[in-house]
């Protein structure tokens, strides 16, 4: 059924042009806040579930109310469960569509420089960099305590 309303939106408004991303971060202090000594976020996926979904809820009314993007005519979204985090697809269609040239003003793909926005640098180095760690790299952003804080240590 979900594959044919996907059907009946993109013959109502066309293909989409926003196709978005979210998985959630175990971290987020509104989760680590809330847990009870010793306790990590894997033991509360009734707390994960609802701020995931708060945070979910937000970058739909971003989109949608607030118009980040110009009006969109319509979205759809799925959640999919990746073994103990909730990552999430959101497609949507806008209005006034998004043109190749103006696609570097809203995507980049550059490490922030440290110098003019610290805090987005840390939040980038911290979460999204990941590169060979444990014994080739220990001074890599993902190790912690000597083990890699994303479980992929040793695949490189």
């Known amino acids: 059924m979900n594959t044919q309303d996907a059907f009946t939106y993109v013959r109502n408004y066309g293909r989409p042009d926003l196709f978005i991303t979210m998985t959630c971060n175990p971290a987020w202090p509104e989760i680590t806040t809330e847990l009870m000594p010793g306790q990590n976020s894997t033991d509360r996926h009734d707390l994960t579930a609802r701020v995931f979904k708060i945070k979910v809820q937000k970058l739909v009314a971003l989109l949608t109310k607030g118009k980040i993007f110009g009006d969109v005519k319509c979205f759809m979204y799925s959640i999919e469960w990746q073994k103990r985090f909730a990552s999430r697809a959101l ?8 043109r190749p040239n103006q696609i570097d003003e809203v995507i980049s793909a550059e490490i922030p420089n440290p110098e003019t926005d610290r805090k987005l640098y840390d939040t980038v180095t911290k979460n999204m960099i990941h590169g060979p760690c444990g014994a080739l790299n220990s001074s890599s952003p993902c190790m ?9 240590q040793g695949r490189f």
Do not use: M, R, S
Request: positive net charge; contains cysteine; aromatic residues 0%.
């Open 91 to 98: 497609t949507a269609v806008v209005d006034g569509k998004l």
């Open 144 to 152: 912690k305590e000597g083990k890699c804080t994303k479980n992929i």
